[in-house]
Structures are given as structure tokens and as C-alpha cells.
């Protein structure tokens, strides 16, 4: 069975006095009678509290309220500390023969890249930490690793800058996307391009003569062909030819298959392969296990940031959602139409994929009343639990208290 043939994970969910009562909130701009002609199995689950876990399975599973922090402040301070220096290697002409060129790339690289939580980059730079000997922690070694995370911050960057034109997003990280930024426009998709290459130059400089140099270059452009082909996914689903939504696309394994490529291999596999094969790691089985946890994982996290697009707060989010009124096939689109009966989905298919904000709040509702929060509580916590134990069982070679650890910073997260 292909990776993305494996089925999304059985959903538990939570008797009907249970849910009322943790998600009261969620009912007061909404009426709850659709819900009460929902079939029993939706509302029907062993009770336990909002942020609790079951009775089961929780002995080797740490709380949601562990420490989740991958690094420390000093660490962070250390990696950012490079980022200058990056600037410089790609902005540096010695001859000076295109200044301009230099100047607005800089401007490029420094409005995109630092911001956000940059989590990709760390991660590249603790797993290798995790894996390597204390002896080959120098400082030669840390300095290419950091170079490293900065490469996959450059990669998430220019398809950040590339799917905001493409999805008409006007924020990112809290202030304007790039393309929306005065006389910038469409050179963003330039910017992009130029960026891209940049990791190129970057790799080709400072690893040319490093034995796993072909390992992470095709690395690289493995994880950019794949996050492509999701892309191309995401984009097809949702709309006909004539440019009507189409909910006949909108099934689990699409979504599944969409996610795995647009998110889960740059997101999740790339930084922490990149820090096996810097470690030396090159026992293929020892790939192939990180890759299949990896990539659950990043489903995982996908299915985080569509909940969030709907019900996450765009103050801390940095962005305002607009899966709803652009027709994304999102998680919240695929379960409500598995989950609800003719009329969620005659509301679907007359309000799914409008820009009336009226139609985006029916949508909304609708969620609420198939209680699609409670059906993400329980799909959190079970994935997570799931996840967190086939990481226990790892073998010897895989960085395994960092994957626990960046499992668990995972859990529950509200950005």
C-alpha cells in the first residue's frame, strides 16, 4: 500500500451531553436543531473533558501542557544571528555590476524570510544536534547545519510568496503578503524564482566538496517537485472547468494525497533528512522509517492549520482565513460533507466557495452544528497519541526525542 492509500485515522467522538456542555460556547450564534437530526454515531463517545485524554493509552504519552519549546532563546538567538550573513552571500556582487538588483533582493529576503516561527529551519538544526556525536559538534559543523535550516526557511518562503498570489491572501505573518506590498505586485513571482535559486548558490558554496552533497540537492529538488504537485492538487480541487464548485473532489484520499505532497515533505521530512544525512546517517531503512512518521506528521499538521483557518484567531494566527469563501478542499469541507446528511450538503453546495461574508458565516455554522470542533478535539488527541507512540518505537539511528518532542510542541497548538 502507497503512503497516501492508508486511511485517515478512526474518529471517536464524544457523547452528546458531553459536547454541549464543553462546546456551549460555540452554540450561541447557532442554532442546534440541524444537529439534533444528525445520525447517533456522529454525537456518540466514551465522555471525557475538553482538554482531557481518554481513560487508555495515555501512560507513555506526556500532557498537552509539557514544555514546548524545541530550542532555547539561545539557540534561536544563534541561528537568527546568521541571517545577515545569508543576505550577504546573495546580495554581495564584488563587482558591483548590478546594484539595483542587489538592493531589492536584499529588501526580498529580508521582509520574507526572518518573520514567522521558523520552525522548519530550527528543527533542522536540533535534529542534527539529537543525532550527531558530541564530537562532531563543532562549530564548522553548527555553522553548516544553521545554513542548512536557512535553505528550508528560503524553500517555505518562496511557496509562501507564490501561494498568496495564487490564493488572493493579503496577509502573511501578520502583515501585508509580499505581492500586496506597494510596487511590488507581480515581480513577487520573480522574487520567488530568484529566492529558490538562492538555495542553490547556498548549497553549492558551502557543500560542494561534502560527501552527502548529491543526497541533499536531490533532497531538495525531490521535496520541491512533490510540493509542486500538491499544489497543483489543492489548486484543481473544488472548482469545474466552468469555475462552479464541484464537492465530487472533495474525498479523504484526494485530501490526504494533497496534504502529504504540499505540506508534509518540505514541512516535515526535508529538515529532519537533512540532519541525518549531515549526521552521516545513510542506512536506507533508518529514511524510510523517519519518512513514514514524518509524513504523518504533517498531515497531522495540515489538518491543524485548516481548523485554525476556520476557528483560529487571525491575531495569533497572523493571517485571515479564507478557506471557506475560496473553495479550498479543507479537513472541515471533507467532514462535513462525510458527516452530513441532504441539507448540510444543499448548504454546501449553495454557500461553499462564496466571498459573501454572509455565506462564509452560514458555512461556519453549519460546521458547528455537525459539531466539527468536537470531531477535531478527538481526532487531535487520538493522531497525536498515535503518532507519539510509533515514535517510541523507532529504531536506534532515527532522532527520536526530538520527533517526541516536536510531536508534542504540535499538540494543540493555536498559530
Not at 464541484?246 to 537533512?274: E, G, N, Q
Request: net charge positive; glycine share 6%.
Amino acid at each position: 500500500m502507497k503512503l497516501w492509500q492508508c486511511p485517515m485515522p478512526r474518529i471517536i467522538f464524544r457523547s452528546w451531553s458531553s459536547s454541549v456542555a464543553s462546546q456551549g460556547h460555540l452554540l450561541d450564534r447557532c442554532s442546534i436543531r440541524a444537529a439534533a437530526t444528525l445520525p447517533f454515531g456522529i454525537l456518540h463517545s466514551p465522555t471525557r473533558s475538553r482538554y482531557g485524554s481518554s481513560a487508555s493509552n495515555h501512560n507513555s504519552v506526556p500532557s498537552a501542557y509539557t514544555s514546548k519549546s524545541l530550542t532555547s532563546k539561545e539557540e534561536r538567538r544563534e541561528f537568527m544571528s546568521l541571517f545577515p550573513d545569508i543576505v550577504r552571500d546573495l546580495t554581495a556582487d564584488p563587482e558591483r555590476i548590478l546594484p539595483d538588483v542587489e538592493r531589492w533582493f536584499s529588501k526580498v529576503l529580508q521582509y520574507n524570510v526572518p518573520g514567522g516561527k521558523k520552525n522548519r529551519g530550527i528543527a533542522t538544526m536540533t535534529a542534527y544536534k539529537s543525532l550527531a556525536s558530541p564530537g562532531d559538534l563543532t562549530p564548522e559543523n553548527l555553522h553548516l547545519v544553521h545554513i542548512l535550516g536557512w535553505c528550508v526557511e528560503m524553500m517555505h518562503t518562496f511557496f509562501l510568496i507564490v501561494d498568496d498570489i495564487a490564493d488572493g491572501s493579503e496577509l502573511r505573518r501578520g502583515k501585508p503578503s509580499w505581492y500586496r506590498v506597494k510596487d511590488v505586485g507581480l515581480r513577487a513571482i520573480n522574487d520567488a524564482f530568484m529566492m529558490e535559486q538562492g538555495i542553490y548558490y547556498l548549497l553549492r558554496k558551502y557543500f560542494r566538496n561534502k560527501p552527502y552533497y548529491v543526497d541533499i540537492m536531490e533532497l531538495f529538488h525531490d521535496c520541491t517537485i512533490k510540493t509542486t504537485v500538491g499544489q497543483c492538487l489543492d489548486l484543481q480541487s473544488g472548482r469545474d472547468e466552468e469555475g462552479n464548485i464541484d464537492l465530487s473532489s472533495f474525498t479523504m484520499d484526494r485530501y490526504t494525497k494533497m496534504v502529504k505532497y504540499k505540506t508534509a515533505y518540505y514541512s516535515f521530512y526535508l529538515p529532519v533528512a537533512l540532519s541525518m544525512f549531515a549526521a552521516g546517517v545513510q542506512n536506507p531503512e533508518l529514511l524510510r522509517q523517519a519518512k513514514t512518521i514524518l509524513l504523518e506528521m504533517g498531515e497531522f499538521f495540515q489538518v491543524q492549520d485548516d481548523y485554525l483557518d476556520c476557528f483560529g484567531d487571525p491575531n495569533i494566527t497572523g493571517k485571515q482565513g479564507k478557506d471557506i469563501e475560496d473553495g479550498k478542499c479543507s479537513w472541515l469541507a471533507v467532514v462535513a460533507l462525510q458527516r452530513g446528511m441532504a441539507p448540510q450538503r444543499a448548504i454546501m453546495k449553495e454557500k461553499y466557495g462564496r466571498k459573501d461574508p454572509a455565506c462564509v458565516e452560514r458555512i461556519k455554522c453549519m460546521y458547528e452544528e455537525l459539531r466539527l470542533p468536537s470531531v477535531y478535539e478527538a481526532y487531535e488527541e487520538q493522531t497525536y497519541r498515535r503518532i507519539y507512540q510509533e515514535i517510541q518505537q523507532t529504531s536506534v539511528g532515527i532522532p527520536q526525542a526530538f520527533l517526541m518532542k516536536y510531536m508534542t510542541k504540535l499538540y494543540r497548538r493555536r498559530e
